[in-house]
Structure formats: structure tokens, C-alpha cells
């Protein structure tokens, strides 16, 4: 799980133009989404729905579905390591 | 009338934080948003009331290649998982979307494509923009990037004092254009005679007679 | 007062190839909205659309030239001092692949050399609001005394581009589109060519004025309380001379536009006016759509009686608006165009037939 959350915040950082953060600056609990978390927006959901299925197999077809499993890096890493096909 | 230039090979990252930074969204723009971004971060610098929500500055873009560098950029990714942040940027107005989320204007925003940079195009179009009665500054960018590294970029800042010093007068007796001939000072579209004011180049000499949209600084 | 006028219109379109036409195959209940199968334009999956049938090899010029030729005909032919506005969203963008000069710019000198039109074309390229953004800078291009004429042509054709586009933004419906409706799910992509010939010489239609807006918001959401719309509604307003006789909505059948609009339209006051929704019979033809639809509400001004809404059936926004799937009588001389677009812009036209 370790490594995943470390690979999860590499790809989260390259995909999302995250240009001035580092993997040691992201909480894994902290919200993803919202002004208190890394302020990510609709179109950053859309990439990391697209990142799920290149990178790891998994299909989520519904944007608000999304939103929860993208809570935090943590939510993101449990329901990678349970749904991935790759 | 105010003028910025970001030449080709310019570091933007760097020039970004040189400006401030503190806007991480900057990194997710296309290289066009970028240039347009930046051009108007140089051009208010020193601006009062920046951010304060307004409607009386347009903004208008210009550019032959549009959104090419990243239309290119998408049509890559068609082939496997076609990207939705590199789709949003296939657009060359989302540059004047971007500068307006920044800025906080909420007034008209167009994006233009021209065959080339024409001074006097562009300078027809910045008149046009005054006709809007809400707009009473005009920032004009070229930003022009058919890839990541080749780009012309600079940006102009219009006030109607730049284009109409001391009166309005049009020939269909709207907005104000000049379409006469004969001595006039500060904006004149499309006449001819002597005149001082902002010459869309930047750059500008020699009195006398000019046509075209943009005056010549006389001297 | 000087007055800028609508002197020919013409429209291309797999509805029909006159405003005549277009309209007759509306009041009819015809849509040129269908799915199509896997395959088509080199897509994956099946999607819903309004194509043209035949061959597509330029395809752009030739729905733009003879948009414009229909336009100029009507307007009596060309003159000198006509100026031409190409308006359109990704114009040759299906080229990419192959090396070509996908640049607007480039369309525009093939489409005004087909045309003997001189000088250098300006090409508004506003995403989906182009062509009402043209039809603003053609009365622009007359108020400032530069140009006789000004031909607007707005055209759009579909590719895998696009659509691929659109649908990794999830803002495709799978079905025909429902403008407004509460189930509604996305759009359809449409393609079209439309062209407007405007001048200062009389007659009956009038651009009675145009504004164009930015939501400063988001660069592909609408905002949620209609900035945009609304503050260019609000320029427009004071021109009215009455109250219009419907509002031609921009009405894609996404969630969040057909919303947005809504709440534009309760704070400009005008949620009891009747809404014309027309992209369930053509899609979204994104250059086009700001002539087309004008267009097409000038024939429902004409007739008084704007088309059924299309795909429309529970209303789903909040507040709701006056919108039927059935046909509405309308009365008045003057209607309102609407659209918004990525980038966070919005247009509203207000357009006047004067008897």
C-alpha cells in the first residue's frame, strides 16, 4: 500500500500539472477537492477518472461517482488496490 | 497605451514566479493560456484595484495558430484515452477564459484569428471593441504558438484617451471613430493626416500622413 | 439612428438547405439527430448526431461557400466593399493528422477566394457563441463606417476531434438530446453552415444590438448564478422596445447549461417569456449555431409560432421557464438569441422585424 500511495502522488502530481508541489506535500488524508485541500476542480476529476482506466484497468463511467472515491489520496489507494485490473 | 513583450525562449516559468506566482492553475494552462496569462500579469503590474471585479476592460486575443500546439497535444492522446484537460484548451478563447478568472473581468472577452499580425486589422478591431459602452479599456495580446517553443507574444493595454483624447466622433454618429482626413490628435481608425498618439508596433516615427488604424507617435 | 440590417441569410444544413425549408421540416417534427454506429468518423463507440450525408472531403469549405453564396444572392450579390467574418469553433481540425494547415485562417482565404471576397477575413473564433460574436462584429464592422456589407458565415463540421472531445468532458448524451428537461444528459454534436449578409441599407430585420460576457468563473462550467448571461442580457435589455415575443435559448441539454440559463432568465426577468430550444432537431452545431438558430427565430417571428422544444418534456430546472414540447403562438417584433460557450462566454442578440 505504501508504494501505491507513493506511485498515486507521483501521477496525481505529473497528470494534474502540480508543478510546485512534491509527493511529501500531500497529506494522504487531506481532501483532494476544495479550497482546504489542493483546490482540485470538475476537469481535474476527469483526468484522474481517465488515470484510473489508463493506469490501472478501472472503469468508472459516472463523474459523481468520482468525487468520493477521489476523496483523498488514501480513499484513492484503497479503492485502487480493491477494483484494479492491471 | 501601455506595451509588454514575452520574447521566444523565455523561461515562463521563471518569469511567472518573477511576477509573484501564487497561482498554481498557471501549470495546468496550454502554452497559449500561458503566454496570455503572463503578458497581462507584465501589463498590470502596477495596476490599482487589481482583482476588484469589473465589466469596463475587454480583452481580446489574437493569434493565426489558435490552440494548435495543444490541439496537436490532444489529438496524441486520441488514440488511447483522449485527455479532457488537454481538450478544454483546444480553444484559443479559453486564454481570454483564463485572464478573466484571473483578473475578475466580467466584460466582453473575443478571441480573433488572423492570416497574420496586421497593425491595421488588429487596430480595427480594438475601435470596434469601444462600441461596447461598458468598455472603456481595451487589452490587446498577439499570442501566437504553434508549438511549446516557438511563440510571438505581447499584449497592449488601450484606454479610449488612447484612441479618442478630446471627442467622440464617428461618420454614422455612434462609438467613436474617426473615418475623416485632416489634423486630429491621440486615436484615429482608418484616417489619413497628422497625428500623435499609440501605434500598435510599439514603435513609431516620422510625422505626416499615415492610414491605417493605429497613429503613428509623431514627432 | 443608425440601424444595422439583415439584407440575405442563407443555411446548409441535413435539415433542409433553405430557412424556408429548415423551418417547414421543424413545425414537421423532423430531426436530423440519429445515432450512429461505431465507425463513424473513426470513433470507437456509437453517438448520437446531426451529420451531413455524402462525401465529407472539404467539407467546411464547401458548407461555408454555399451558406455565403445563398446569403449574398439574396443580398443581391457581392459588392466591392464587403467584408467577410468566418465564425467557427475547430474549422479543418479533421485534418490534423495529415499535416494540413488546420488554421482558421487558412479556411477563411480558401472560403473568401471561392467567393471574390478581398482582404483579409477576420475569423471570431469564440467557441461555441462564434457565431453570434460575428454577427456583433459585423454590426461593429458597419457602425464604424468601414465596410458597405458585411457577410457573415458561420460553419461547423464534426470529427473525431470533437466528438472524442466532448465526450472525455462526459458532456455527450448518449440519446437525443432534452434541452431543459429533467432527464436530460448532454449533447448531441451537430454540423452546419449558416451566413448572414448585414448592411446599413433598409430592411425589415434588424441587429438591434449585441453584447458578449465572461462568467470569470471556470473555463468549461457555466457559473452557477449566470454571470455572464445574464450581465450580457442586461446590456441588451434596455433596447427592447417591448416585451420579445420568445428567447431563443442556447439550450445544449447539459445539466449545467440548460440550468445556468434558467437562472439567467429569472434575473433578467423574463422567465415568463416563451423559449425556443432548437438543438433537438440539429444539434449542437457549435460555429453555426449562432446564425442558424438566429435564422431559424427569424422565420418563427415571421410565422409567430416558435417549434415544439424538442426532446423537452418535464421541466428540470429550477426556477423553471416557459418552454413546451408543443409549438407556442408568440407575438411581438423582436426576439432574443442567447448562447454561452467554453471559456465562460456568453452572447445575447436582440433581433427586431420592422414592418
Keep these: 500500500m505504501e508504494e501505491l500511495i507513493k506511485e498515486l502522488k507521483i501521477k496525481l502530481i505529473e497528470s494534474l500539472n502540480l508543478e510546485e508541489m512534491t509527493p511529501e506535500d500531500i497529506d494522504v488524508n487531506a481532501p483532494l477537492f476544495g479550497d482546504e485541500g489542493l483546490g482540485l476542480d470538475s476537469i481535474d476529476v476527469l483526468e484522474l477518472i481517465v488515470l484510473l482506466e489508463k493506469d490501472y484497468g478501472i472503469r468508472l463511467a459516472n463523474p459523481a461517482e468520482g468525487k468520493a472515491v477521489f476523496a483523498s489520496i488514501a480513499v484513492m489507494a484503497d479503492y485502487v488496490a480493491k477494483h484494479r485490473t492491471k | ?219 | 439612428m443608425i440601424k444595422t440590417n439583415i439584407i440575405g441569410c442563407g443555411v446548409v444544413t441535413p435539415l433542409g438547405n433553405t430557412p424556408g425549408d429548415v423551418f417547414g421540416a421543424l413545425q414537421a417534427g423532423r430531426t436530423a439527430v440519429r445515432e450512429h454506429p461505431a465507425g463513424t468518423l473513426g470513433l470507437k463507440e456509437p453517438f448520437c448526431a446531426s451529420l451531413f450525408e455524402g462525401p465529407r472531403e472539404d467539407l467546411f469549405c464547401r458548407i461555408a461557400v454555399e451558406a455565403g453564396e445563398k446569403a449574398l444572392a439574396e443580398a443581391g450579390g457581392l459588392t466591392p466593399g464587403t467584408a467577410l467574418v468566418l465564425c467557427s469553433v475547430k474549422g479543418e481540425i479533421g485534418s490534423l493528422r495529415e499535416g494540413e494547415d488546420v488554421s482558421l485562417a487558412a479556411a477563411a482565404r480558401k472560403i473568401a477566394e471561392r467567393l471574390g471576397i478581398q482582404g483579409m477575413p477576420v475569423v471570431v473564433s469564440d467557441a461555441c457563441i462564434s457565431g453570434l460574436s460575428g454577427i456583433v462584429q459585423a454590426r461593429r464592422m458597419l457602425l464604424a463606417g468601414l465596410w458597405d456589407r458585411v457577410l457573415v458565415i458561420g460553419a461547423e463540421v464534426q470529427s473525431r476531434f470533437i466528438v472524442a472531445g466532448f465526450n472525455s468532458l462526459k458532456a455527450l448524451s448518449e440519446q437525443p438530446c432534452r434541452p431543459f428537461d429533467a432527464s436530460r444528459s448532454g449533447l448531441n454534436p451537430g454540423e452546419a453552415a449558416a451566413a448572414l449578409v448585414l448592411s446599413l441599407e433598409d430592411s425589415p430585420w434588424e441587429v438591434v444590438h449585441g453584447a458578449i460576457r465572461n462568467d470569470a468563473n471556470h473555463i468549461s462550467g457555466p457559473s452557477r448564478t449566470a454571470e455572464g448571461s445574464f450581465n450580457a442580457l442586461s446590456a441588451v435589455l434596455p433596447y427592447m422596445q417591448g416585451r420579445p415575443a420568445f428567447v431563443g435559448v442556447h439550450g445544449t441539454g447539459t445539466l449545467y447549461n440548460d440550468q445556468m440559463e434558467a437562472i439567467a432568465l429569472e434575473r433578467a426577468g423574463l422567465l415568463d417569456i416563451p423559449v425556443s430550444a432548437l438543438k433537438g432537431y440539429f444539434g449542437h452545431t457549435m460555429g453555426a449555431a449562432g446564425i442558424l438558430e438566429t435564422i431559424i427565430g427569424m422565420q418563427s417571428l415571421l410565422q409567430g409560432r416558435i417549434p415544439g422544444n424538442r426532446g423537452f418534456a418535464k421541466a428540470g430546472t429550477e426556477p423553471s421557464v416557459n418552454i413546451s414540447a408543443q409549438a407556442m403562438e408568440c407575438s411581438g417584433n423582436e426576439f432574443l438569441k442567447l448562447l454561452s460557450g467554453f471559456g465562460g462566454i456568453n452572447g445575447a442578440l436582440l433581433i427586431r422585424h420592422c414592418v
Design chain 2, 1 to 219: 497605451m501601455k506595451t509588454v513583450a514575452i520574447e521566444k525562449g523565455t523561461s515562463l516559468t521563471e518569469l511567472y514566479r518573477s511576477l509573484g506566482g501564487d497561482y498554481p492553475k498557471f501549470f495546468k494552462m496550454d502554452i497559449q493560456c500561458k503566454l496570455g496569462y503572463l503578458l497581462v500579469e507584465k501589463l498590470l503590474q502596477d495596476a490599482p484595484d487589481r482583482f476588484v471585479p469589473r465589466k469596463d476592460v475587454a480583452v481580446l486575443v489574437f493569434s493565426r495558430s489558435g490552440s494548435l500546439a495543444d490541439d496537436k497535444a490532444f489529438a496524441a492522446t486520441l488514440d488511447t484515452f483522449p485527455s479532457p484537460a488537454h481538450f478544454v484548451y483546444t480553444l484559443p478563447n479559453t486564454v481570454c477564459g483564463e485572464i478573466a478568472i484571473r483578473n475578475r473581468f466580467m466584460g466582453e472577452t473575443r478571441s480573433y484569428v488572423l492570416d497574420s499580425f496586421d497593425p491595421e486589422i488588429l487596430g480595427e478591431l480594438v475601435l470596434e471593441a469601444f462600441l461596447d459602452e461598458e468598455s472603456s479599456s481595451v487589452i490587446a495580446i498577439w499570442a501566437d504558438a504553434p508549438s511549446e517553443e516557438e511563440w510571438e507574444a505581447r499584449a497592449w493595454l488601450f484606454t479610449a484617451q488612447d484612441l479618442m483624447p478630446a471627442h467622440h466622433c464617428c461618420h454614422h454618429g455612434e462609438g467613436g471613430c474617426h473615418h475623416g482626413e485632416g489634423h486630429h490628435e491621440g486615436g484615429c481608425c482608418h484616417g489619413e493626416g497628422h497625428g500623435e498618439g499609440s501605434c500598435c508596433h510599439g514603435e513609431g516615427h516620422g510625422e505626416g500622413q499615415h492610414e491605417g488604424c493605429c497613429h503613428h507617435k509623431g514627432e
